[in-house]
Each structure stands twice: as structure tokens, then as C-alpha cells.
């Protein structure tokens, strides 16, 4: 009888050692609730990551185009002049690469740079002259001369026409232009500064 009572007894203990159904699901609540903090952590670095690797790209793309001014690179439809980047917040996912042939003509579709999906150019802000009060712009061109790799800063995207008119182009040179990206997964943002005057590139935090 004895044996009998000790079977049961451990029998009963063996069937109590289980998880409850209430316990199980407090387990799974929280490990949901940490799976979504780490999965919201990744996303925002995520975006810090993306933001910090299209300013690193925008900076090394205007000092490549200022290398093809340099080494008076040419394209296949002939002989530069200029070499120009476009930035436009109207198609704020990249920006574009250009030439001004020797003839004066937009070669306007050299090369399309995009940007990762989450970055954006949110702001183009520009000192012209340099020194005065920054103003915003929707589109800017940026060129550089050959062979003296020049730098041109023109906030109306009209390079092509401004080219013609060498005062209206001489007045486009003393400038410096702030090119700020924006992350929407990390809400934050990064800058890029062009200056016209030494042709120098530098990355900064607003």
C-alpha cells in the first residue's frame, strides 16, 4: 500500500511539473514584445547606416566628376566642356550626372545615380555669394570647367543657357551649397557641403 501511495504521489507531482496555458502565453508575449524592440533597433540602424553610406557616395561622386573635369575626360558624343551634377528634389531618390559638350549642347543622361530606398535629398540650401544668407532651391547644377576644374553652382538648373552668358556664369562661382539627405527610417539627417570657391567636399552632421 505503501509503494502504491509514493507511485501516486510521484505520478501527480510529474503531472503538475507542465506549463499552465497562462504561463505560455505571458512567455510568448514576451518574447514578442522583444522581438519587436530589436526589430525597431535594426530598422533605425538600418537607416543611420544607409543615411552615412549616401553621404559617403554623394561626396566620392562629386569628387569623381571633378576628376573627369580634370584628366578633360571625354563622352562618346565628343569633346566637354563641363562636367555637371544635377541635384533635384522633384526626383529626390538620386541625382544625375551631365556634360556640357564643346559645342555648348546639355548631354543631360551620362549616368543616374540612386540612392538607397530610404534616403531622400530633403533640402538644397546655398550661400551665393558666398558668406550671405543661406536660400533654398528645388534644383541645383553643379559644374566644373575645363581644364581649371572650376567650380559653377547654379540654383535654377538652367547651366546650359548660363553657360553662354560668361558675366551671368563668373557670378555662379563664388558660392557654397549644403546638400542635406534625409533618412526616413532613422528620421534623421546628414549634410553635404560643396564650395564653390575652393571646390573642396565635406561631410557634416546639422
Do not use: W
Not at 510529474?14 to 530598422?43: D, K
Amino acid at each position: 500500500i505503501k509503494k502504491l501511495k509514493l507511485s501516486t504521489t510521484s505520478y501527480q507531482l510529474q503531472a503538475n511539473s507542465g506549463f499552465t496555458l497562462t504561463e505560455l502565453l505571458v512567455v510568448i508575449a514576451i518574447m514578442g514584445l522583444f522581438l519587436s524592440l530589436v526589430l525597431a533597433n535594426y530598422a533605425g540602424q538600418r537607416g543611420i547606416r544607409d543615411l552615412r553610406i549616401a553621404q559617403n557616395e554623394l561626396a566620392t561622386n562629386v569628387r569623381k566628376v571633378q576628376s573627369f573635369s580634370a584628366s578633360s575626360r571625354d563622352t562618346a558624343n565628343g569633346s566637354v566642356k563641363y562636367y555637371v551634377l544635377k541635384l533635384d528634389k522633384a526626383s529626390s531618390n538620386g541625382y544625375d550626372v551631365q556634360a556640357i559638350l564643346s559645342n555648348l549642347q546639355l548631354e543631360s543622361s551620362l549616368e543616374r545615380i540612386n540612392l538607397p530606398p530610404d534616403i531622400v535629398i530633403s533640402n538644397l540650401r546655398l550661400e551665393q555669394p558666398y558668406g550671405s544668407r543661406l536660400q533654398e532651391y528645388d534644383c541645383v547644377q553643379i559644374a566644373f570647367a575645363l581644364p581649371f576644374n572650376k567650380v559653377y553652382i547654379d540654383p535654377n538648373c538652367t547651366i546650359d543657357l548660363t553657360v553662354k552668358d560668361p558675366v551671368g556664369l563668373t557670378s555662379l562661382s563664388n558660392s557654397l551649397l549644403h546638400v542635406t539627405l534625409f533618412s526616413t527610417q532613422a528620421n534623421t539627417t546628414r549634410q553635404v557641403v560643396i564650395n564653390g570657391v575652393s571646390g573642396a567636399v565635406t561631410m557634416e552632421q546639422p
